[in-house]
């Protein structure tokens, strides 16, 4: 297997190395995961935050082969290349209105993101690696997750496991494996307003 890319992420402020150590490769071993390993990621989205506490995100996973190809077909033909091979492949949805009141919650994918988040890291601390995709057929997932439109949200597809051997990876997708850069800090935080004029 080749080495682990070289990560020349540099931060422009100090920060804990897990947020630039987390990235989303294409590369992977279709070696599995473990139990264990697969429900320490879901208890690490478990504990995110969420507005009033509603935590309204689904994760919809896969491991045995032929319900992982189900998911892994309602990808995009790009995507199914190299996710196809990962070992856990997995949706996660936000619910559209709280449980408690059945009103809109807006803030629902905002929450979801943060679930989100708190597993990619969490897999870099099993040694594992998370990437999540937006290149999906929406039509195609609501029907294979039998999730109900007028209820969920599909936000992202995401696919995890180990670091694999990038040389396996189509010319284009190899070009692009290896850790990319970020925008510069005062870019994305602003203490200017209104804020559209700053942007």
């Known amino acids: 297997m080749n080495a682990k890319p070289s990560n020349a992420r540099t931060p422009d402020w100090d920060i804990d190395s897990m947020f630039t150590d987390r990235w989303s490769p294409r590369a992977f071993l279709s070696d599995p995961l473990t139990e264990r390993e697969i429900q320490t990621l879901f208890e690490a989205a478990r504990w995110a935050p969420s507005c009033f506490n509603e935590q309204p995100w689904l994760f919809v996973y896969a491991t045995a082969p ?39 919650n807006r803030h629902a994918p905002f929450d ?26 929406l039509d195609k997932a609501y029907e294979t997750l039998g999730a109900p ?9 995401i696919a995890v496991g180990r670091l694999g051997d990038a040389s396996e990876l189509p010319d284009d997708l ?26």
């Open 66 to 104: 032929e319900q992982r190809q189900k998911l892994v077909a309602c990808l995009v033909a790009k995507n199914q290349l190299w996710a196809g091979r990962a070992p856990l492949v997995l949706f996660v949805l936000s619910r559209r209105c709280f449980q408690k009141t059945g009103k809109e």
């Open 112 to 137: 979801a993101g943060a679930a989100w988040m708190a597993l990619a890291l969490q897999a870099r601390k099993l040694g594992l690696y998370a990437h999540a995709m937006a290149g999906f057929n």
């Open 149 to 157: 439109r007028d209820e969920f949200h599909i936000m992202a597809a």
């Open 174 to 199: 190899r070009a692009m494996e290896s850790p990319n850069s970020r925008k510069p800090h005062a870019e994305v935080a602003t203490d200017v307003f209104p804020v559209l004029r700053a942007v």
